[in-house]
């Protein structure tokens, strides 16, 4: 199988940016695709941004323009530059792998914007 551990969150202050890694470990051969996750409190997991093995992208209409997702080749480890960071970006990011239809998560890194 996989295991994803995500680093790189942190406090940040509005207008600011910050790195997001995720260490994928274990069969990473077998990932088709990986994104990145968030959860803030009181609302619903939503999908931020999204890579497959072959590089196609796809991001929330609210990060468009800001965050930007990539990859190593090989895939060992996901990337989410967050740029003109805002208060409402403020969540636990997850970073997710999909292994033949089956997803597999990180335990995620919180996030923090304010002041």
């Known amino acids: 199988q996989v295991q994803l551990v995500e680093s790189g969150g942190g406090l940040v202050q509005p207008g600011g940016s910050l790195r997001l890694s995720c260490a994928a470990s274990?069969?990473?051969?077998?990932?088709?695709?990986m994104g990145w996750y968030r959860q803030a409190p009181g609302k619903r997991r939503e999908l931020v941004a999204a890579i497959t093995r072959g590089g196609s992208t796809n991001y929330a209409d609210s990060v468009k323009g800001r965050f930007t997702i990539s990859r190593d080749n090989a895939m060992n480890t996901l990337y989410l530059q967050m740029n003109t960071l805002k208060p409402e970006d403020t969540a636990v990011y997850y970073c997710?792998?999909?292994?033949?239809?089956?997803?597999?998560w990180g335990p995620g890194t919180q996030v923090t914007v304010s002041s």
């Open positions: 997710n792998a999909i292994i033949y239809s089956v997803n597999s």
């Open positions: 274990g069969s990473i051969f077998s990932i088709s695709a």
